[in-house]
């Protein structure tokens, strides 16, 4: 297996029964997988902190018979157009609407746009995931 490095790790057994089941619980065949998510997780959120490339998705609910509303976050949209990949938009009900907007640049910028949406009146509810950019 090129490219893999072996090391050891010397962990308190309740941490390890509690890693253990944490494991089992999210179905990982080991733990070398498991600790290989926990590391690429806590990079991303390092890089997304110091406002590096990061994809990801901005989650919103939001009440679309909220006056102007869907005029406000379209404008939003293509005030950010350089970062956004796609959208997708669903109905939940006749009010509410859920959109997933995929997202690719500076945290600091996702950030700015997460936070241009979230202060609108009639969103409900603004969610930002991020993952690596692939670099």
């Known amino acids: 297996m090129a490219g893999l490095y072996r090391f050891g790790i010397s962990l308190e057994k309740a941490l390890i029964d509690a890693f253990d089941r944490h494991i089992a619980a999210q179905r990982y065949k080991n733990r070398s997988e498991a600790i290989r998510d926990l590391i690429r997780e806590a990079l991303t959120r390092r890089k997304f902190a110091q406002g590096g490339v990061v994809a990801g998705a901005i989650i919103m609910t939001y009440d679309h018979h909220k006056r102007a509303l869907v005029d406000k976050l379209l404008d939003i949209q293509h ?54 950019a692939g670099r």
């Open 79 to 132: 005030d950010f157009q350089s970062l956004i990949i796609s959208t997708q938009h669903v109905h939940l009900d006749h009010h509410h609407c859920l959109e997933i907007v995929a997202v690719r640049g500076r945290a600091r910028e996702i950030e700015k746009l997460a936070y241009s949406i979230k202060s609108l009146v009639g969103v409900k509810q603004v969610g930002v995931s991020i993952a690596t």
